[in-house]
């Protein structure tokens, strides 16, 4: 009778293991959500806390890694659905890079906006509180080994009174039960996490087909600025089959969105993570730079589909001197291997930062952004030692764990000059590294 019993438990497992829901895109119930905001002339990291229970307390740190002139930041929490809101206040010190707390409330799960006001600006960040459930092969874990416990009592209370057919029939139930807790258990990996409770269900055609890529409008107002002047850099999307606005983007490395405008000799160079100001479009202010041509690359992620580059230019007129925005680190630039780079082979570039205790921005110890000189190609790589694999919980930003070196393995599409900068955090701050790297094309002469 055992032997009978154990393929369908078996099959019960594994038909178990295959039917199990997919989780939400990118996020379990135990993650923290990031919102990186370049406001009010500050670059800030908005981190919502996990909720392991609702309704509670929602722990909100707002991250200043450059806090400029620092300044109130207000955040304000609503659902989506029917529920109270919730805000609270921080004050963002001038030249005092850290975390700076704030405390709000949430009632229940499910879709909510996270409204951030600085300086005038606001950007609204869509995003949703989730509770983790738990996992499937856990329940039927603690199931079955229930069950073979109260067969474990009926066989020995059947042996008790002598009754064969009752401890016979109960040892076989433990045998069965004790069968399917440890099948399980060793199945756990190839059984799907848990759908956390709050996270939308996507549609049928979306799971199979997924979302077509957005279509960009990049523009600036005003359209030409002048030399050492404000403007304002807007990236509006729209959904490339319907023509609507595309409001949708998942957080992808800390950020709805990563845009780097730099100018074509790559002395401009600034990676800021615009506001939602309005559904599918997304606004930054910044300070121009010298005169001349300058690029836009951004770079996002829609719910449902793959990561996307997009991009854009613009002129910056006439006007007074601008200082440099790109800060030089005193280590000097990274060690190239191999020193003379082949278009096509993979190539390893070291920073060696000179101190330890390096900080996790946008979830990475380090960034090489690469460019080649005309702009037509962008890169964006991240530093090998300290990518989380599948599952792995995105390092704090409060931990200082990484340095002295850094290490990025890249491969240069085609020949030419290329733009490197290599950004990290130290002490809250970001360090940019600017880098020029000749690639040559393969068979060429060394």
Not at 408 to 418: D, I, V
Request: glycine fraction near 12%; charged fraction near 20%; include cysteine.
């Amino acid at each position: 009778m055992l032997k009978r019993l154990i393929p369908a438990l078996l099959a019960l497992v594994a038909v178990l293991a295959w039917a199990a829901p997919a989780a939400a895109h990118g996020r379990s119930g135990e993650a923290d959500v990031r919102f990186a905001q370049t406001i009010a002339g500050m670059e800030l990291t908005v981190v919502v806390r996990a909720s392991p229970q609702v309704p509670a307390p929602l722990q909100v740190d707002v991250v200043a890694h450059d806090p400029g002139r620092g300044g109130r930041v207000d955040l304000a929490l609503r659902p989506l659905q029917a529920g109270g809101s919730s805000s609270g206040t921080t004050l963002v010190r001038a030249g005092r890079p850290g975390m700076y707390p704030v405390v709000l409330a949430v009632e229940r799960v499910g879709p909510h906006e996270l409204e951030v006001r600085a300086g005038g600006e606001r950007s609204v960040l869509p995003f949703d509180v989730l509770v983790p459930r738990a996992p499937l092969w856990e329940v039927v874990v603690h199931a079955a080994f229930a069950c073979a416990a109260v067969a474990l009592i009926g066989a020995l209370a059947g042996a008790a009174l002598s009754r064969r057919a009752l401890a016979g029939g109960c040892a076989v139930a433990f045998v069965a039960a004790t069968v399917v807790a440890f099948t399980a258990g060793g199945l756990s990996p190839w059984f799907a996490p848990a759908v956390p409770e709050g996270a939308p269900p996507a549609p049928v055609s979306e799971r199979l087909l997924g979302r077509p890529n957005a279509q960009p409008l990049i523009e600036v107002l005003p359209t030409r600025p002048a030399r050492r002047s404000e403007f304002l850099l807007r990236v509006a999307l729209f959904d490339g089959s319907t023509g609507r606005p595309a409001d949708d983007l998942a957080e992808h490395h800390g950020a709805l969105s990563h845009v780097v405008v730099s100018s074509l000799d790559g002395a401009y160079f600034r990676h800021v993570h615009p506001l939602r100001t309005a559904p599918g479009v997304y606004e930054v202010r910044l300070r121009a730079g010298e005169a001349g041509r300058h690029l836009v690359h951004a770079e996002f992620e829609r719910t449902g589909a793959g990561g996307q580059f997009v991009s854009g230019a613009f002129t910056v007129g006439p006007g007074e001197p601008e200082n440099a925005l790109v800060r030089h680190d005193p280590p000097g630039g990274p060690a190239v291997e191999p020193a003379r780079p082949v278009a096509g082979r993979p190539v390893t570039l070291t920073l060696d930062t000179g101190v330890t205790g390096l900080q996790p921005w946008l979830g990475m110890a380090g960034h090489l952004i690469v460019r080649t000189q005309d702009g037509g190609y962008l890169g964006h790589v991240h530093e090998a030692g300290s990518m989380a694999a599948d599952g792995e919980r995105v390092p704090d930003e409060s931990v200082a764990r990484y340095g002295p070196r850094l290490r990025f393995t890249f491969s240069f599409p085609r020949p030419g000059r290329y733009l490197a900068w290599i950004q990290y955090a130290r002490n809250y701050e970001i360090v940019t590294v600017p880098h020029v790297i000749e690639v040559a094309a393969e068979g060429s002469p060394r």
